[in-house]
């Protein structure tokens, strides 16, 4: 039982470059999301979607747009990575029920320089 | 806005001893309240949640929470602190609104330090 699989763990870009983020679920959870996490300040929501085909904007989506084109898979996208986007990804999901835990990945580290 | 606040982004506790770590969150509606813990290099993992009814929550790992609605706080505890509890801790909630996608929103984190 997988649970969440996030693809790459580790990446190193330079600024300008894009990348995309995979995240990948084996539970068939109808929610899925993107988080960042920084020193300090928790984890802040990217974006998120309801169901496949649906995203939607969370906190910080500046720089970021996603993807839901099946229901199992969410992807992250970076079109031109800049040096705030230094950051840990992780990707969650959750079965849709009101008060549902969230179901984690384990993180990519990215790196811009 | 909701927002979470973690009092304390360090804490050090010695083994056996207890572990308190605190958290309130400001919302007029009462959300739905978790506490996940996050070991180094890893994903967060579920500690325990508060949904409805009996306010005393316990969790995993001999974790328990207490939510106290007047005093806006979900407070985590251990009456006996082990090596391994050694963990970044997050206090998290998410609107009762079907209409909010179940989003969290996060506290900053406590790390726990324990001592032999």
């Known amino acids: 039982n997988a649970g969440v699989t996030q693809t790459p763990k580790f990446r190193v870009l330079k600024t300008g470059q894009s990348m995309t983020l995979l995240c990948a679920q084996d539970?068939?959870?109808?929610?899925m999301y993107w988080y960042r996490q920084d020193p300090g300040m928790g984890l802040r929501l990217i974006h998120y979607?309801?169901?496949?085909?649906?995203?939607a904007k969370g906190e910080v989506p500046d720089g970021y747009n996603v993807s839901r084109l099946k229901k199992q898979n969410f992807l992250l996208g970076l079109e031109s990575a800049a040096p705030s986007q230094t950051s840990v990804y992780f990707c969650?999901?959750?079965?849709?029920?009101?008060?549902?835990?969230?179901?984690f990945g384990q993180g990519t580290r990215l790196t811009v320089v | 806005a909701q927002s979470v606040t973690q009092l304390g982004s360090h804490v050090s506790v010695s083994e056996g001893a207890l572990v308190l770590l605190r958290c309130n969150y400001s919302?007029?509606?009462?959300?739905?309240l978790f506490w996940y813990v996050q070991y180094p290099n890893q994903g967060l993992q579920l500690l325990l949640k508060?949904?409805?009814?009996?306010?005393l929550v316990k969790g995993i790992n001999g974790f328990e929470a207490e939510f106290k609605k007047s005093e806006t706080s979900f407070h985590l505890t251990k009456p006996s602190a082990h090596m391994s509890d050694a963990a970044e801790y997050f206090c998290?909630?998410?609107?009762?609104?079907?209409?909010?996608?179940?989003?969290?929103?996060f506290g900053g984190g406590t790390r726990v330090l324990v001592k032999p």
């Open positions: 539970m068939n959870h109808e929610y």
């Open positions: 998290a909630v998410s609107d009762r609104s079907q209409a909010a996608g179940n989003k969290l929103t």
């Open positions: 508060y949904t409805t009814g009996a306010t």
């Open positions: 969650a999901s959750s079965y849709g029920g009101q008060g549902a835990e969230a179901f």
């Open positions: 919302s007029s509606v009462p959300p739905y």
């Open positions: 979607s309801v169901g496949e085909g649906t995203t």
